[in-house]
C-alpha cells in the first residue's frame, strides 16, 4: 500500500519550526511520509501564528488557495489539519470559515495528531465511496475533531525520541507567558509558562549530539523564566541548565532564546563570561526606547534599567552584540516617544532586528485603548526605524572585515556549488569558497569583505 502523504507548512516563530520537527518524525513513525509537494498529499497541516493580523489572515487565504489547487487538478480534497496558534485562538471559527477543514489543535496538543487523522482519513475514504456508489440513503458527514486546550508539556510525554537532526538543533525547555504585554496573544494562544522536565530536557540534547547537533538553542518564550527541577529534586534554572549542556563533549555553541529584560539574571551574566560554549550575542527584546509607551505595554523595566542591563553584559562580556525587537505606532505613542527609540538604537547599536507596526489584536488591552495611530504615521516611523537599525547592522558588518571569526558550516550554496555557507557567533552568514565535507564542522575564517546580507571570508 502507498503511504499517506502528508504536507507540512510552518508560519511563526522558532517555537513553530521546533514543534513542526517534532509532528515530522511523530508522524513518520505512524506510516506517513512527509512532502514537499503541497498538491499531491492525502494531509496538510497548517502550524499557524496569531502575532500579527497578516500572520493570522494569511492563513485563511492558504487554505482557500491549496484547497483550489486540488479542485482545479481534479484530485480530492486533502483531510485540513489547522494547528498552532490561530487554532487556540479562532478554536470553532475555523470550521465556520472554513467547514472543509478536519482538525483544529492547539499546539500543546499536537501529539494528538495521529489518532485524529486516521479518524478523519477513514472517513474521507467512506464519504469518497458513498460519492462513488450514488448511495442516497445516509451520507456520512465530515467529522469536525476540535481540542484546544492548554493543559502544559505533557505533549512531551507522548513524543518519540528524535531521530535526525542538523548540525544547528532546536530544543524547546520552556513554554508560554505570563508577561501579558497589552499588545500581545501569545498568552492566549500558548497559555501560562510552564517549564520541561530538566532530564528530559538533557536527554534530548544527549541523543542530538550523537545524531551531529553541534549548536544547541534553546527556545522559549521567556527562556529565562526557565524554572525546573534536576533529577535530584534540586531547584535549576536557564545558567544551571546550561552549564550542564556546555558538559556534552560535540556540543559546541549554546545559544538560548527569547529573553525578556527584566528576568535576566546575575548568573546569566556571569555565566557569559565563564562558558566560552555560551555565544556573545543576547536577543533581548526591548519593543520601545519610551518609559511611556513601555509601561502601557505592560513591559516590566524603564530604558534605564535596560541600558543598564547592557552594560553589565558587556561589562561581563565585551564581545557581548545585542539584537531586539521592535513595536512602532503603538497606541498614544508621539512623536517624542518614537525619538527616544531611535536614540536607544543609537545607543545601544543593535546588531541585528526586527521591528513591527503595532497591529492591533483580538481580546488585548492595547486593541481597545484610545489613540490608535494611523497607519500612515506607523509606516513612517518603521522606515524611520529600519533605516537607523540598518545603518548599525552595516557598521557592525564592517567592523568584522579583518578579523577572524568562528563559523559553523551548514549548506552548500545555491548559486555555486564551489562555496559552503555557515554563520558566526552572532548569526551572520558567512560564505568561503570550500568542498562540502565541511558542513558541520566549525572554523576559523577570516573576514575579508562584508555587506548587509553576508559576509565573506577564508578558512584559515
Ligand atoms: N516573548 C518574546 C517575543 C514574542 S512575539 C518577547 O516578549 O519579546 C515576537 C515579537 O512580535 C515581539 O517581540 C513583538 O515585537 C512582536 N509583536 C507581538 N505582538 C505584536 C503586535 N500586536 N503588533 C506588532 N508586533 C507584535
Ligand atoms: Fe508576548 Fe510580552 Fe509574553 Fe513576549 S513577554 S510573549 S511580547 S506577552
Ligand atoms: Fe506566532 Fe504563536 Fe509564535 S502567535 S510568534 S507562532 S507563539
Redesign the pocket.
Known amino acids: 500500500m502507498n503511504k499517506i502523504l502528508f504536507h507540512l507548512k510552518t508560519f511563526g516563530?522558532q517555537m513553530n519550526v521546533y514543534d513542526s520537527s517534532r509532528i515530522v518524525e511523530l508522524l513518520s513513525g505512524c506510516g506517513m511520509e512527509a512532502t514537499e509537494d503541497e498538491c499531491n498529499a492525502d494531509i496538510v497541516i497548517l502550524n499557524t501564528c496569531y502575532?500579527?493580523e497578516k500572520a493570522s489572515a494569511k492563513i485563511f487565504s492558504e487554505l482557500g488557495r491549496i484547497k483550489k489547487l486540488y479542485l482545479n487538478a481534479k484530485k480530492n480534497v486533502p483531510v485540513f489539519a489547522i494547528i498552532g496558534c490561530v487554532a487556540k485562538a479562532e478554536g470553532d471559527n475555523i470550521f465556520k470559515r472554513a467547514p472543509y477543514v478536519s482538525i483544529v489543535l492547539s499546539s500543546q496538543k499536537y501529539h494528538l495528531l495521529p489518532e485524529l487523522l486516521k479518524k478523519a482519513l477513514e472517513e474521507k475514504n467512506t464519504i469518497l465511496n458513498e460519492q462513488e456508489d450514488g448511495e442516497k440513503k445516509k451520507k456520512t458527514k465530515l467529522s469536525h475533531l476540535i481540542n484546544t486546550e492548554l493543559s502544559g508539556l505533557e505533549k512531551f510525554d507522548c513524543l518519540p525520541t528524535v531521530k535526525t537532526s542538523d548540525s544547528v538543533a532546536f530544543v524547546q525547555v520552556q513554554e508560554g507567558?505570563d508577561?501579558f504585554?497589552t499588545?500581545?496573544?501569545?498568552p492566549n494562544t500558548r497559555g501560562r509558562e510552564v517549564s520541561r522536565n530538566e532530564q528530559s530536557i538533557l536527554d534530548e540534547v544527549e541523543n542530538l549530539q550523537n545524531l551531529g547537533a553541534v549548536e544547541i538553542n534553546l527556545l522559549g518564550?521567556?527562556v529565562d523564566c526557565y524554572d525546573s527541577l534536576d533529577k535530584d529534586g534540586n531547584k535549576s534554572n536557564l545558567a544551571k541548565l546550561i552549564k550542564k549542556i556546555a558538559k556534552f563533549e560535540n556540543v559546541k555553541r549554546i545559544r538560548y532564546t527569547?529573553s525578556?529584560p527584566s528576568e535576566f539574571f546575575d548568573e546569566m551574566i556571569e555565566l557569559h563570561k565563564t562558558e566560552p560554549k555560551l555565544m556573545p550575542l543576547v536577543y533581548l527584546?526591548i519593543?520601545s526606547g519610551s518609559n511611556e509607551v513601555l509601561h502601557k505595554m505592560n513591559r516590566r523595566y524603564t530604558r534605564e534599567q535596560y541600558l543598564d542591563l547592557i552594560k553589565k553584559l558587556k561589562s561581563a562580556n565585551p564581545d557581548i552584540q545585542i539584537s531586539s525587537?521592535?513595536?512602532v505606532g503603538f497606541p498614544n505613542e508621539t512623536e517624542e516617544d518614537f525619538e527616544q527609540t531611535l536614540d536607544i538604537v543609537k545607543q545601544v547599536k543593535f546588531i541585528q532586528c526586527?521591528a513591527?507596526?503595532?497591529?492591533?489584536?483580538p481580546n488585548?488591552v492595547?486593541a481597545k485603548m484610545d489613540g490608535q495611530i494611523d497607519l500612515k504615521i506607523k509606516s513612517d516611523r518603521l522606515k524611520r526605524l529600519q533605516t537607523e537599525l540598518r545603518k548599525h547592522q552595516d557598521a557592525f558588518n564592517k567592523s568584522c572585515v579583518g578579523k577572524v571569526m568562528n563559523v559553523l558550516f551548514t549548506d552548500v550554496s545555491k548559486t555555486d556549488s564551489e562555496y559552503i555557507l555557515g554563520k558566526n557567533e552572532y548569526l551572520q552568514p558567512v560564505i568561503v569558497k570550500a568542498g562540502a565535507e565541511l558542513i558541520g564542522t566549525i572554523k576559523n575564517v577570516k573576514i575579508e569583505s562584508a555587506s548587509y546580507a553576508n559576509l565573506k571570508g577564508e578558512i584559515v
Request: aromatic share 22%.
Open positions: 516563530c502575532i500579527r507567558c508577561k504585554c499588545y500581545c496573544v501569545v518564550q521567556n527569547t525578556y527584546p519593543q525587537d521592535f513595536i526586527y513591527f507596526k503595532y497591529s492591533p489584536r488585548t492595547a
